[in-house]
Each structure stands twice: as C-alpha cells, then as structure tokens.
C-alpha cells in the first residue's frame, strides 16, 4: 500500500522556523518520477498550493505568500521531500500535506502534519 507520511508539525512562535519532511514508501515507481507538491489548509479554508518542486528537483514553485521564507527541496535517494519553513507567521497555521503525482496523473496524498504559528 502506498504511503505518504509527513512529520515535522509543531507549535512555534512568529519568526521562528520549521522543516517538514515527506516520507514515500511502497509506490509502484521510483520516487524520482513524481511530482512533489505541498499543500496546506488553514482551519476553515480550502487547502492551498504551497511550492512544488519536479522530479529532478531542478525546478520549484512558490505560492506568493511563502516566497523567500519557504524552500521546497527532495532526496530521491531517501524518498523523501522536505519543507523548510522560516520566518513563519501566525497566518502559516495550517494542516500541511504532501501531494506525489505520477506522469500519468494518479496523486497520492499523505494524512497532513499540524503547523501552529503562535505566541
């Protein structure tokens, strides 16, 4: 069974700083062929776009709100892709999710890690 497992949620303070992680396991392709997006959904909002990053890692992509804060990166040796959250703000409070596309467009999505930005 496919598995999608974030980790690295927590409550931190505005300006401080956070990494998350993304572990694959058990997909039917190698990791380096999907496209890794991460998601958040404050509470009471729709679930957002946050950055993406390609197979390769050679190309990212930003939501406006999180540019020069958020950097998306993946270790397709670890199956794994990461979010480092900087300078964060109480509005970054969000369940945040990974999203892995294939080529064909099946998605697998993971069950979320809880971001609290609070004093």
């Known amino acids: 069974q496919v598995q999608l497992v974030e980790s690295g949620g927590d409550l931190v303070q505005p300006g401080g700083s956070l990494r998350l992680s993304c572990a694959a396991s058990?997909?039917?392709?190698?990791?380096?062929?999907?496209?890794m997006t991460w998601y958040r959904q404050p509470p009471g909002k729709e679930r957002e776009l946050v950055a993406q990053?390609?197979?390769?890692?050679?190309?990212?992509n930003y939501a406006d709100a999180v540019k020069g804060r958020f950097t998306i990166s993946r270790d397709n040796d670890k199956n794994t892709v990461y979010l480092q959250m900087t300078s964060l703000k109480p509005e970054d409070t969000a369940m945040y999710y990974c999203?892995?596309?294939?080529?064909?467009?099946?998605?697998?999505w993971g069950q979320g890690t809880q971001v609290t930005v609070s004093s």
């Open positions: 999203n892995a596309k294939s080529p064909s467009g099946r998605a697998y």
């Open positions: 990053i390609t197979r390769s890692g050679g190309t990212t």
């Open positions: 058990r997909f039917p392709f190698p990791f380096n062929i999907y496209h």
